[in-house]
């Protein structure tokens, strides 16, 4: 008996090395078949266009075939479940953004968050606060002039997520107070402000672009913007602790995903961070191009998962 046990075990032995083996090797020649990048939201989106661009500045730096494939729904919750079904091998790539983070807490996806390695923080889009560049609610003085003046009574815009935290962190380290109106999209909450029937809407640098009625009263970031050298930061003037509020967008693989193939990526996406098509495609409107690896970006995941449950909580 004590034979054939010994026998069974190392049969078991030798297949997990066999497999272990059969794993590094094909993680050694990745990639070997298309690599499918999974966006979380419809075609025609930002993220989309982004995953897009992505593929097509990738074609100078690798042979590797990319196929973009969209599969929305639920918050992102069909994307991430489809990425974390399949092998931890790297052929499936998915596009993120800080949205997936909110949607994850404020909806309870049923997917842990480290279910992913967050393999790539590569867009910094900081965050910014806007109003009707024809009222007389114009600038961060005035807003916050106002929201003492009308304690709860004034009015602020976005859609759910992370533009209403931000909403929140603003009126918590100014200590104002304030309305919160939800809208299903960024476009309705701006018409909202342009009309003045709202007085502040939090969004982004890009969503005063082609729209002469709305300006930026301030952003969150360490330092003005070349692009907009007029519009200063919330730091100096005085609203401190929010100089790193951003909707970043990266990649995610599969937890557990070989490191080799891991590193693979890094050299790509390190090479998509130099290429000046990538600068200039998102440079244009405002948003930073950076290059944050996995470890310092899976902490930074944990941390808004923490941050998001505090404030949905509130």
């Keep these: 008996m004590k034979k054939f046990l010994f026998t069974v075990l190392m049969v078991a032995l ?30 025609g989106g930002q993220l989309d266009i982004t995953a897009r661009k992505f593929v097509e500045i990738a074609a100078k730096y690798t042979n590797a075939t990319f196929v973009v494939e969209n599969k929305a729904g ?95 962190k603003f009126w918590d380290k100014t200590g104002i107070s304030g309305k919160y109106v939800p809208y299903d999209a960024g476009g309705q909450a701006m018409a909202a402000v342009i009309g003045q029937q709202a007085q502040v809407y939090v969004g982004n640098p890009v969503d005063v672009r082609g729209k002469p009625d709305l300006m930026m009263a301030a952003i969150s970031a360490e330092k003005r913007f070349a692009q907009f050298p007029d519009v200063p930061t919330l730091k100096e003037l005085g609203v401190h602790g929010l100089d790193a509020e951003s909707f970043w967008r990266g990649f995610a693989v599969k937890a557990g995903t070989p490191a080799n193939v891991v590193a693979w990526y890094d050299d790509l996406f390190a090479k998509l961070t130099a290429d000046p098509d990538w600068k200039q495609f998102n440079e244009k409107d405002g948003m930073e191009v950076v290059h944050i690896k996995k470890d310092k970006f899976n902490t930074i995941i944990e941390s808004e998962i923490k941050d998001f449950k505090a404030y949905f909580n509130k």
């Excluded at 990745?30 to 075609?43: L, N, S, T």
Aim: with cysteine.
């Design 14 to 43: 030798t297949f997990c090395l066999f497999a272990e083996g059969q794993q590094d090797a094909a993680a050694a020649s990745f990639p070997e078949k298309p690599i499918r990048v999974v966006v979380y939201a419809g075609a």
């Design 74 to 168: 639920a918050g992102g919750l069909v994307g991430w479940e489809y990425v974390v079904s399949q092998p931890a091998d790297g052929y499936n790539l998915m596009a993120v953004t800080k949205t997936l983070i909110a949607n994850h807490v404020k909806d309870e996806f049923d997917v842990a968050p480290m279910s992913l390695d967050w393999i790539a923080f590569l867009i910094n889009d900081a965050e910014a606060i806007i109003t009707n560049a024809n009222s007389k609610i114009r600038t961060i003085q005035d807003i916050i002039a106002d929201a003492k003046a009308r304690a709860g009574q004034q009015i602020w815009v976005t859609p759910p997520g992370v533009d209403e935290v931000m909403t929140y």
